[in-house]
Nanobody, 120 residues
Framework: QVQVVESGGGLVQAGGSLRLSCAVS????????ISWYRQAPGKQRELVAG???????SYADSVKGRFTISGDNAKNTVYLQMNNLNPEDTAVYYC??????????????WGQGTQVTVSS
């Protein structure tokens, strides 16, 4: 069974940095894409950043220039480096791993989330 585990969240002051990790295990193949989402209290979950198995990246406008997503294929782990954090970045951050399957619809797995709190 595929497991997705996030780590690295915490409390940081505005202007500070955190690095989140997303470790994927239990699959016989590498993931095809991993995305970070976040959900603040009372708000919908939103896409923050994504990376494909080939290394292509994308970012939400709100985090461009501040967040960097990167991957370590050997470790099946993806990182989200978050710099210059502000209180609006406070949310639970979730990792979503997508696996493509030949002849069948893709399947995705979610982690349990990690809390990021930015104080002003």
């Amino acid at each position: 069974q595929v497991q997705v585990v996030e780590s690295g969240g915490g409390l940081v002051q505005a202007g500070g940095s955190l690095r989140l990790s997303c470790a994927v295990s239990g699959s016989t193949t590498s993931f095809n894409a991993i995305s970070w989402y976040r959900q603040a209290p009372g708000k919908q979950r939103e896409l923050v950043a994504g990376i494909s198995g080939g290394g292509s990246t994308s970012y939400a406008d709100s985090v461009k220039g501040r967040f960097t997503i990167s991957g370590d294929n050997a470790k099946n782990t993806v990182y989200l480096q978050m710099n210059n954090l502000n209180p609006e970045d406070t949310a639970v951050y979730y990792c979503n791993a997508v696996f493509l399957r030949i002849g069948r619809p893709p399947v995705d797995f979610w982690g349990q989330g990690t809390q990021v709190t930015v104080s002003s």
